[in-house]
Structures are given as C-alpha cells and as structure tokens.
C-alpha cells in the first residue's frame, strides 16, 4: 500500500519569503515521489520528481524539494516566492508498476 | 500544441443518462489513465491502460468503463449516471509504467450531473 500526507489544506506566505509545502509518506518499498501544481480550472503540471540520487531535487519554476528517508518526507521548497505561485499543489507517490497516488493537496497563498 | 486533450471541457447531463468523455495524447506515451477529482480537490486513480492493455482498476463501479481502440486513445464511457459521478475527470499519460516517469495531464473535464 502506498498513501501520501499533505498535513496543511492551505499554506500563506507573503511574497518574497521562503515557502515550505509540506509532504509524508507511507509505503512498502522504495518510493518514486513527485510534486505536482494545479492552477484554477485547469490540469495538473509536473514540477519535479525523486526516483534515486541526490536527495535535493531541482524543479520547475524555482522549486525544489529535499528527499528525508529517515523522516519519510519530501517537502517542497522555493527560496522567494512570487504571487504567480499561489496554486494548489500536490504531492504524489509511486511503486514500479503503480499509478500515482496523490496527497489532498496544499493551496499556496503568496501575498503581495 | 496539445500533448493530452480531453473534450468535452464540461459536461451537464441528467441522472440515468450514458456519456463519453474521450481522451487523446500526441507524446508516444505507452500509459494512460484517468482520474478522479472530487469536489474536496481529492485525485484518485481509476484506470490505466498500457499499451491498449487495461493493467490497473481501481475500486470504480463497473458503470465506468474504460476503452483503448489505440495507445494514444483512451476514452471513458459512464452508464446510468448518479449524481455522485459530479467530479472533474482527468486523462494523463506517461512513457513507461514500469518506469515510473512523470505523467502528463489533460485539462479535465467538468462533470455535473443533475
């Protein structure tokens, strides 16, 4: 079984500040994770992903995201954030041979 | 250019109706899905198709019915619609399941039952 927390429905950070995007995971093996954000009314767009490597990953858009094995989490980063970034964002997680499961998302407010 | 194009882009319809909503990708990928979204933003997997081969079926009733005439294609069919079947459908595809490379969404597709 594989299941994913995003433990905050909706993060507000004031534009500029460094932005956290928090996200645990559970599963019986060696994960795959992704991040992934969605803007009003349209479909999800890839940011980044961990299979294997170096546990910082670099993303899309100025994100990145750091790989915690020990703590089974991989929250997403970005040093500044704009207001362009305020979007529900998702965290999802994948065994070889499954579909992605997602987390309920987190909606970013950034603030002017 | 579109890499996953669903259509429609919404759809109403009443309760006991049948729909389609059809799905297309121009990547090459081998895998497509569909996927849920419900009205709390909650994404759930239905359906993968692996090269035309259904290969993961998620707890859906079986009034959803997934149909792959290509790897590029893959259209879902809904009998008898139930005003719980309200959600935004999405299609994606991606490379390799085996891989697990990242997917490609389609817009979604709006769907409100009345």
């Known amino acids: 079984a594989q299941s994913v927390a995003q433990p905050e429905d909706q993060v507000n950070v004031a534009e500029g500040n460094p932005l956290t995007v928090k996200c645990t995971y559970s599963v019986s093996g060696n994960p795959y994770l992704f991040w992934y954000v969605q803007y009003p009314n349209r479909g999800l767009q890839f940011l980044l992903k961990y299979i294997t490597g170096d546990n910082l990953v670099k993303g899309s858009y100025g994100f990145e995201a750091e790989f915690n094995k020990s703590q089974t989490s991989f929250h997403l980063k970005k040093p500044s954030a704009l207001v362009s970034d305020s979007a529900l964002y998702f965290c999802a997680v994948s065994l070889p041979r499954r579909a992605l499961t997602f987390g309920s998302g987190t909606r970013l407010q950034v603030q002017p | 250019d579109t890499a996953v194009s669903q259509t429609p882009k919404y759809l109403v319809t009443q309760m006991g109706n049948d729909k389609s909503i059809k799905c297309e990708q121009n990547?090459?990928?081998?895998?497509m899905y569909w996927y849920k979204q419900d009205s709390k933003k909650f994404l759930k997997i239905m359906f993968s198709?692996?090269?035309?081969?259904?290969?993961i079926n998620e707890t859906v009733p079986n009034r959803f019915s997934p149909k792959s005439p290509d790897k590029a294609h893959l259209n879902l069919h809904i009998n008898s619609l139930e005003l719980g079947d309200s959600a935004v459908y999405f299609c994606?595809?991606?490379?390799?399941?085996?891989?697990?490379?990242?997917?490609?969404f389609g817009q979604g597709t709006r769907l409100t039952v009345v």
């Open positions: 994606a595809s991606s490379q390799e399941l085996l891989k697990n490379t990242e997917a490609f």
């Open positions: 990547l090459g990928h081998d895998t």
């Open positions: 198709y692996n090269n035309k081969e259904l290969i």
